[in-house]
């Protein structure tokens, strides 16, 4: 029998088989008895179970620090450390700029993992990683440099977080147990808190479970029908830039013509995509409402719209007070009637001594109510027919920029105007003061001048206040007064037929100089001329004394400028506003001056003294909106505004830049907002393919009182199918994380 | 009785019947699983406070680790002895199996990259040679309990070589007469090899008692050509065949044992390496923990 027992021993006797084991055994796996007697018997010690697996044990450690060792030493790739393939939109980034023949782009293996990892690269060490993720995705999310709850800051985050829920909610046992890392003070959150890589390359990174969004919204949503408060004004809280009575035209006119009344027709744009699809708010003038509208907007505009009008004031009447105006075109000599057209007005408003003017006629803007028989009646006539003739002077004289320096001299003389403009910026938009001179034609202006005023070459008697004035157009080489003046008729100015400009030997031009021993007057017809101006255009209407702009029909860009110059000037009385506008202000929300709305909750926020600094690694804080000045709070004037931002403007083309007050606004496709829609898979379900199965329209709204003619929509009409084993009803399915300022800002619903 | 109560009623009777050795049983599987409901709560909070929850389960699976790992300190320490080995290797498989429960909430039965994959290998490695041998040591007495005395592990290659010079004497001792050759003859032809050599690797994985059957039903068989003496010997003969089947299947047993706790640690340097690398990259490359 054994002598000993070795049950921890790797090495036992060699004679142990055979139970003839000496009673010491091997000393360090040699045996004892051989030392001891090299001649005697041979014993070679076995090896047991415990050196075999202490062997095991110590080789298969080796092995693992050896492999551990080789990719920590780069040898192997920092890369095979990773515990787990990138996703394919990050793969492809560090593989493309590997393989790519930009030397310069190319990632060296060393430097892979610092590109997102902060390393003890010069470049990396400092920096935090969600630094580094916002290196390319800042352009996405600019104001996620704040690390804040999405992506909010300031006033907007403080706003937030007082309209939401609050952490208040928790079990006792979950406040034990966890804490939230979002310092709200400091605003400190990192990406990868949410985004998760490494997790392989079919990883959709902006999955999200509905446990995080928990962290912050600590009312524990269990499902989304019983658990999510319910809406309160969703998705009609954005006022809007159109006057549309839903109500009045289903009921009414198209129940008159006998029309259908179908939602997609004015707000399906099946060639474009919007934030929530196809779907839009309003859609082109020429798909939704020309159908209905062009005819009753060409027979408001028929009539033109009258830019400068010669006075009527009759002479004789003043002769026989003692004045007189020389040379006052014989037309406008019979009777002391009319009006100063808006457009007039405003001109004589820009020129020195024109507001004072302005204030000595009739409040009603009617000059029959001038007292000829009073002298201060008789000088403001006298002024007038002096103003006229100074202002056709001027523009014929100066053409498109004497137009468009009047407008500016107009509008820096208005002080509440200049607070309604970007502070950013002191001067006004160029391209839109440049609108109010384009296309207006100076040789119509010189034609009149010629027409009605080419004899009276003469200075002129204006009274005992105004000083005499000669007409200022000269021709080059030539002294004003000769009788070679470019206005005489003479051949050789530049309105001979001759010359190839527009007033020349065209005989339909109306413009064009008579021929010998025949009157202007006698070669054509004398028709309404917007007979044939059936597309817009300049003419000199001599029946009304007029020089007269006929606008193209809707969304006439020179038209729109001044009816804008309008709402921004506030102008209030009736008889001083352009009168066509009235035709636009039925469906464009001009103003708050012609219905009782409330302003948007941007306006009203703009004038809490709210602003927003934008901070970007590159640019110093830069206001956005600067909004402690009193201004007008209407929609339209903080739509002006905003197209008008010279860093929105820079984002958008200028025809769209140019018209957006007058539209309703259209968010970039791209703007994130906290929530979110798209009508695209909804529109496919026959339940839903009627729009009003979710939008109802409420016959008890009225347009004045309310922002929305439709009624709220409920949970419940969501809920039918936004279940969990249905179409889900996970917070990401219809909330975004990352919506930033302008989101925050744009998608903000009106508050009461 | 009211039939809807019958189940309740049944439950409650069962639940009261249970005995102390039933309690203590059920006591440990309790506490694994309350503390394993802990640790997903835990996760569970961890993860909606926006915390990176690997964190809060890999340090709660390392420290169960760490304890797991006391047990062999425990048995080489000879002072002080702290606590029977008995207990010390009862909660040892206890927080084994927490220890599987905390990997399930801290990572996937597969994982992605090289050094994860291969420390869930070496993990699960661990796991299941303890899980294995933890099975055979639960199994393992009542079949060697079945065959024959407890004897050393040691002591079995002395037994064979002893039993198989009695078989060799009995079988010298028939061979010199006639009426009990054939027991000789059978011997030299069938069955001295069993008494010589070791068992093949099919049986030492899984012993089984075919062989022992069919020598013994061959030793029967022969019992027609021996007189009474004969049959006496051939007796005592299977009594050495199944003595020597005993001892075959002690060894056989005794060698799982052993192999399958040796098994247990043979990757525990490389479990620890590992461990330790995946915590340093851990911490090195998470931005929020």
Partial sequence: MNQYRLPRQP???????????????????????????????????????????????????????????????????????????????????????????NSELAIPAESRCASCHPGNETKTAKLKQSDLCLKCHIQEMPDAVYGSPHDLHGKSLEELVANGDRPNTQSTWAKLVSRSPIDWQNQSSECSQCHREHQGSAQNLNEMTSERCQACHRNA????????????????????????????????????????????????????????????????????CASCHTQPIKSAIQDGLIVLQIPSINRKEMKSFGS???????????????????????????EPGGVELLRELPVSGRLVELDVADPQGRATLLKLSDMTKQLMQKLANEGQPGFRSAVENLLSKSGTLASALPSNSKKLPNDWLDRFASGIPPDLFRAAWDEWFDKANTPIALGQNVPNRVPSIQVSGKSSGDEDDLLTGNEESLLNPTDNSLLSNDPK????????????????????AWDQLAFGGWMIDRQRMAIVYVPIGHADPWLSRWIELEELRQTQSPNHRISLAQQCRQCHALSSLNRSVKPEVSGKALAAGSSMIKKTSADSAVPLIKSDEPLAQ?????????????????????????????KSEK?????????????????????????????????????????????????????????????????????????????????????? | MDSRLQPQARSLHA?????????????????????????????????????????????????????????????????????????????????????????????????????????????????????????????????????????????????????????????????????????????????????????????????????????????????????????????EMSLLVQSRDDLDFQSAIQNRIRLWASAHSWVLGTFLVLTIAHVILAHQFTSSW
């Fill in chain 1, 324 to 350: 007189d105006i020389l040379g006052w075109p014989t037309q406008a000599s019979l009777l002391t009637d009319g009006v100063v057209p808006p457009i007039m007005r405003m001109l004589i408003e820009s």
């Fill in chain 2, 15 to 235: 639940f009261a019947s249970l005995n102390s050795r039933d309690l203590r049983r059920l006591f440990p599987v309790v506490t694994v699983l309350l503390a394993w409901l802990i640790l997903k709560s835990m996760r569970s909070q961890s993860a909606a406070s926006l915390q990176n929850e690997a964190f809060v389960t890999g340090y709660s699976l390392a420290s169960i680790c760490v304890l797991l790992m006391l047990l062999g300190v425990r048995k080489r320490v000879l002072s002080p002895q702290i606590g029977r080995l008995a207990i010390w290797q009862q909660t040892h498989h206890y927080l084994g199996l927490l220890s599987v429960g905390v990997y399930a909430l801290h990572a996937n039965v597969i994982t992605s990259g090289w050094l994860e994959s291969a420390l869930a290998l070496s993990f699960w490695s661990i796991a299941i040679t303890g899980f294995v041998s933890w099975y055979v040591n639960h199994t393992a007495p009542k079949l060697l309990r079945a065959a024959g005395s407890q004897i050393l592990r040691q002591d079995i290659p002395v037994r064979s070589r002893l039993v198989a010079k009695q078989a060799h004497e009995l079988a010298l001792a028939s061979a010199g007469k006639n009426d009990t050759a054939a027991l000789a003859d059978h011997y030299r032809v069938h069955v001295s090899s069993y008494f010589t050599t070791r068992r093949n690797w099919i049986y030492r994985i899984s012993p089984s008692g075919g062989k022992r059957r069919r020598l013994l039903a061959g030793l029967e068989n022969i019992d027609r050509y021996l007189s009474a003496e004969g049959r006496a010997q051939r007796r």
């Fill in chain 1, 509 to 528: 031009s109306l413009m064009a100089p008579a021929g010998k021993g025949v009157s202007k007057s006698e070669r054509f017809k004398d028709s309404r």
């Fill in chain 1, 11 to 101: 090495f036992k006797c060699g004679n142990s088989p055979t139970g003839e084991s000496c009673p010491v055994g091997p000393v360090h796996g040699r045996c004892t008895l051989s030392q001891s007697d090299p001649a005697g018997k041979e014993c070679r010690p076995l090896r047991t179970l415990i050196w075999w697996s202490r062997s095991i044990q110590v080789c298969a450690t080796l092995i693992a620090l050896i492999g551990v060792s080789l990719a920590w030493s780069n040898l192997g790739g920092k890369q095979s450390l990773a515990p787990g393939p990138l996703s394919s939109a990050h793969a492809q980034l560090l593989v493309a700029a590997h393989h790519g023949n």
């Fill in chain 1, 634 to 662: 209407s929609n339209w004037s903080v739509a002006f505004r905003k197209a008008n931002q010279s860093s929105f403007s820079q984002q958008w083309p200028s025809e769209e830049r140019e018209n957006a007050c007058w």
């Fill in chain 1, 667 to 752: 968010r970039a496709a791209n703007l994130r907002q906290i929530t979110k829609f798209d009508h695209t898979p909804h529109l496919t379900l026959p339940k839903l393919s009627d729009c009003q199965s979710c939008h109802q329209l409420n016959p008890n709204n009225t347009l004045a009182s309310r922002q929305t003619e439709f009624s709220p929509m409920q949970k419940s009409q969501c809920t039918d199918c936004h279940q969990k084993n249905a179409a889900g009803e996970s917070c990401t399915q219809c909330h975004d994380y990352h919506v930033g300022i302008k989101g925050w800002i744009e998608g903000r619903p009106a508050r009461p």
């Fill in chain 1, 221 to 288: 949503f269990h499902s989304f029908s019983s658990d999510h408060p319910e809406f309160k004004d969703y998705p009609y809280g954005r006022t809007t830039n159109i006057e549309f009575d839903h109500v009045k035209h289903r009921d009414l006119h198209f129940s008159k013509k006998a029309a259908t009344f179908d939602c997609k027709t004015c707000h399906i744009q099946s060639d474009q995509v919007g934030v929530v699809g196809q779907v839009f708010r309003s859609v082109a003038f020429e798909q939704a």
